[in-house]
T-cell receptor, first 113, second 113 residues
Framework: EPEVTQTPSHQVTQMGQEVILRCVPI?????FYWYRQILGQKVEFLVS????????KSEIFDDQFSVERPDGSNFTLKIRSTKLEDSAMYFC???????????FGPGTRLTVL | QKEVEQNSGPLSVPEGAIASLNCTYS??????FFWYRQYSGKSPELIMS????GDKEDGRFTAQLNKASQYVSLLIRDSQPSDSATYLC?????????????FGDGTTLTVKP
């Protein structure tokens, strides 16, 4: 059964550094998402991506964040200048339609020191 | 009012009992409803999706949806210790929406042997 994969599983970085989180969605999915979950809190929507552009973004997804699907398979989330409060689990997800089930990757744990 | 509200936990049931998890949502145009299971430190794993009013059964799991009451529930029959996890209710507007899913805070279930 196809799965969403994410790398790295754990990223430790210094405050102010740039990080890129990578995801390989399921190949026949068309909609892609990033969510985050701060420890002990709920899963929060960051951004959705369809047809090579952002469809919707949350208030969390400010100018420090960007997404890209550079080669038709990888889907990346970049944080330009990390802050302590960016420490969280970041989940990539994908779906076939915008109302269909979203399948989540295993997540990247980002720790900002 | 929270967009998606789940019954506060933790919920504890003995092995073999029925566990009942509840969720209400505020957006009346919501079209897709999902129950995910999340083990500590892991990503959400889909348990059930439901789109129409009524019941949907899959093995030991039954999802119930009542759009008029803006209510969705999950029943777990013959609960097993392996069902011990946090259960997340997620709601999606579908339609022209970009596919953002809004999650509740989760209900932590413990099944005692």
């Amino acid at each position: 059964e196809p799965e969403v994969t994410q790398t790295p599983s754990h990223q430790v970085t210094q405050m102010g550094q740039e990080v890129i989180l990578r995801c390989v969605p399921i190949s026949n999915h068309l909609y892609f998402y990033w969510y985050r979950q701060i420890l002990g809190q709920k899963v929060e929507f960051l951004v959705s991506f369809y047809n090579n552009e952002i469809s919707e973004k949350s208030e969390i997804f400010d100018d420090q964040f960007s997404v890209e699907r550079p080669d038709g398979s990888n889907f990346t989330l970049k944080i330009r200048s990390t802050k302590l409060e960016d420490s969280a689990m970041y989940f990539c997800a994908g779906s076939g339609t915008n109302s269909d089930t979203q399948y989540f990757g295993p997540g990247t744990r980002l720790t900002v020191l | 009012q929270k967009e998606v509200e789940q019954n506060s936990g933790p919920l504890s049931v003995p092995e073999g009992a029925i566990a009942s998890l509840n969720c209400t949502y505020s957006d009346r145009v919501s079209q897709s409803f999902f129950w995910y299971r999340q083990y500590s430190g892991k990503s959400p794993e889909l348990i059930m999706s439901i789109y129409s009013n009524g019941d949907k059964e899959d093995g030991r799991f039954t999802a119930q949806l009542n759009k008029a009451s803006q209510y969705v529930s999950l029943l777990i029959r013959d609960s097993q210790p392996s069902d011990s996890a946090t259960y997340l209710c997620a709601v999606n507007r579908g339609g022209t929406n970009a596919g953002k899913s809004t999650f509740g805070d989760g209900t932590t279930l413990t099944v005692k042997p």
